[in-house]
């Protein structure tokens, strides 16, 4: 199946539908992301539709609500968690200006604090 966001005019993502690979297929069996774009306003009348893909394999990051599609990167980026993150433009990701520490403890980010503070666990 082929997954396609639905696009409001500030390319955020309004919802994801599915359709079926058949429908992609050229005349010599390829697919083609605008057949199912043509499908999709023909059924829907919204015209902003992009393909996304559900393993990663195309634009980044498999699209969801709220996640925003950017042309420059041909990415779906998701909603920025924190102010001080920053996004790394080879995945598409936000990333936090320190590392979380990788001791295998639990940790939340404070963005008051701009640091990792560890979790205590509960007994």
């Known amino acids: 199946m082929a997954h396609f966001a639905k696009l409001d005019n500030d390319n955020t993502v309004l919802e994801c539908v599915v359709v079926s690979n058949n429908v992609l297929l050229n005349d010599v069996g390829y697919e083609v992301e605008d057949r199912g774009i043509e499908l999709l306003k023909s059924i829907t009348g919204h015209e902003n539709w992009k393909q996304t893909s559900y393993s990663n394999s195309f634009r980044k990051n498999f699209a969801g609500i ?40 639990s940790y939340t980010w404070d963005e008051n604090t701009v640091t990792w503070i560890r979790i205590e666990e509960q007994q």
């Not at 990167?73 to 924190?82: E, H, M, N, T, V």
């Not at 936000?94 to 979380?100: F, H, L």
């Open 66 to 105: 709220g996640y925003t599609y950017d042309a420059v990167f041909d990415a779906f980026i998701p909603p920025k968690p924190f102010n001080s993150w920053l996004l790394n433009e080879t995945t598409c990701a936000w990333e936090p200006p320190i590392p979380m520490p990788l001791d295998g403890l």
